[in-house]
């Protein structure tokens, strides 16, 4: 079983629509990210979450929220989607106890708004 | 500002060498990784440089020089299955002795025969 799962894996939705992207681990990790990924641009960091009390904004959070529902759970909203909010979205762990801080990532969703 | 610099597209002879490049300009750096990914896959890790040198792991190899702002990743042996993106990361400091990744766009390779 994969160790972090992201549902839905494929999503299109309408502008203005609100929408949910959830992420589960059983990693056990404290750390849980959200990153969006744009042909060209790479990985861009849309919100982190240090522990279950802990949320940052990355760099590009506008339009998006998140909430941290427990130490497994790490979900990302549209509050109203939006055409340029298309995109292929990750979510991704670390450990706090590991140095380096390898990040390891979920499969992806591919969010399509139209 | 954080600037990460990759070439867009490789392509390379199976069982041949390849040479990745990466250069990076970040407020501050507390190591580089490489990730590779598959299209339409996640990124998974490759390795992780923190101190000038080379670091091999196999068919992969990963350079590092942080006076330069470079890093490289070598590729030996290549077959077809190492057609992929391969992604530079850079480890950045927050505040509070937190870090976060900032990547590159990352180089696509294709692996001919």
């Known amino acids: 079983d994969a160790d972090v799962t992201q549902t839905p894996r494929n999503r299109i939705t309408k502008t203005g629509k609100r929408i949910m992207l959830e992420c589960s681990q059983t990693k056990g990790h404290d750390r849980m990210y959200w990153y969006r990924q744009d042909p060209g641009l790479g990985l861009r960091l849309i919100y982190y979450s240090f522990d279950v009390k802990d949320i940052n904004k990355g760099e590009i959070s506008d339009g998006y929220s998140v909430s941290r529902q427990a130490q497994a759970k790490f979900s990302l909203s549209l509050e109203s989607a939006i055409p340029n909010q298309t995109a292929l979205y990750f979510c991704?762990?670390?450990?706090?106890?590991?140095?380096?801080?390898?990040?390891?990532f979920g499969p992806g969703t591919r969010l399509t708004v139209t | 500002g954080q600037n990460i610099d990759q070439p867009t597209e490789m392509t390379a002879t199976e069982g041949a060498i390849v040479q990745i490049n990466c250069t990076y300009q970040t407020s501050g750096f507390n190591g580089l990784f490489w990730y590779q990914q598959h299209a339409g896959e996640a990124p998974t890790f490759l390795s992780y440089n923190v101190l000038d040198g080379l670091e091999e792991k196999g068919r992969f190899s990963s350079f590092l020089s942080r006076s330069k702002g470079y890093s490289y990743l070598l590729l030996k042996e290549l077959q077809m299955k190492d057609s992929a993106s391969y992604l530079c990361a850079v480890r950045v400091p927050l505040s509070g002795g937190y870090n976060k990744l900032i990547f590159g766009a990352g180089t696509r390779l294709a692996v001919h025969p």
């Open positions: 991704a762990t670390s450990d706090v106890l590991v140095s380096w801080g390898e990040q390891y």
